[in-house]
């Protein structure tokens, strides 16, 4: 059965301090892995894409590593804001189909205070 | 470029009745999907469609759900005979293409049900 779980659940942070987060996934044949930011209340949207053969991927203070041999990701959020406060989803897509074929963790909801 | 866009974004219905929710994909977009979220838990996929077909409604409950995406006008999700359980977010989101693994895939803000 294709699973992704990710840890911790939980994580408070003051303001400016750097955090990662982990995701480790049994999807299988694996297609590529993404990371989504989604605000209490909205919608998911997305932070990076990475296929088999991507190790790290950037967008802005997020650092996105994938390691495909032990089927395990990190998000490392870097000098973080208040803005950060969200639940970070990591979401692993099978080979074979769309987004039908996606199977979503349940989030670490990151906490950032002053 | 408007987003992917839900509506209502609440609703709130009593036992028994029907609820409607609609979902326009972003302009250019053919594929749609519509996952729930309940609480503490991942999104769920429920079904997949493109204009006028359904793709895959593997995920979609045998009874009381359905779906449909016409040739003009929005995506609806349907569900009849609401239950309590049927309380969740639901939401919607859109890809230009089947590139593999739906590419970049944009969601809506969702639509959140509570049954009474």
């Known amino acids: 059965k294709n699973q992704v779980e990710q840890s911790p659940q939980s994580l408070i942070i003051l303001e400016g301090k750097n955090c990662t987060l982990q995701?480790?996934?049994?999807?299988?044949?694996?297609?590529?892995l993404r990371w989504y930011k989604q605000d209490t209340g909205r919608g998911p949207v997305s932070l990076t894409i990475?296929?088999?053969?991507?190790n790290t991927k950037s967008n802005g203070r997020y650092t996105a590593t994938l390691d495909a041999d032990t089927k395990q990701s990190s998000l490392h959020i870097t000098a973080s804001q208040l803005s950060d406060s969200a639940s970070y989803i990591c979401?692993?897509?099978?080979?074979?189909?769309?987004?039908?074929?996606?199977?979503f963790g349940t989030g670490t909801q990151l906490k950032v205070e002053l | 470029n408007a987003g992917v866009m839900q509506n209502p974004r609440h609703l709130v219905r009593r036992r028994g009745q029907e609820a409607r929710l609609r979902c326009s994909p972003m302009?250019?977009?053919?594929?749609v999907y519509w996952y729930r979220q309940l609480p503490e838990e991942g999104l769920k996929f429920m079904v997949y469609?493109?204009?006028?077909?359904?793709?895959?409604e593997s995920g979609m409950p045998k009874e009381r759900f359905s779906a449909e995406f016409p040739k003009e006008g929005p995506s609806i999700l349907r569900i009849q005979q609401v239950v309590r359980g049927d309380s969740a977010a639901y939401f919607c989101?859109?890809?230009?293409?089947?590139?593999?693994?739906?590419?970049?895939?944009?969601f809506g803000e969702g639509s959140r049900l509570t049954v009474l």
């Open positions: 989101a859109s890809s230009p293409s089947l590139a593999e693994g739906a590419g970049e895939l944009f």
């Open positions: 995701c480790n996934y049994t999807v299988s044949p694996f297609s590529n």
């Open positions: 990475m296929t088999f053969s991507e």
């Open positions: 979401v692993v897509s099978a080979i074979g189909g769309g987004g039908n074929k996606l199977t």
């Open positions: 302009k250019g977009h053919s594929h």
């Open positions: 469609l493109q204009k006028e077909n359904i793709i895959d």
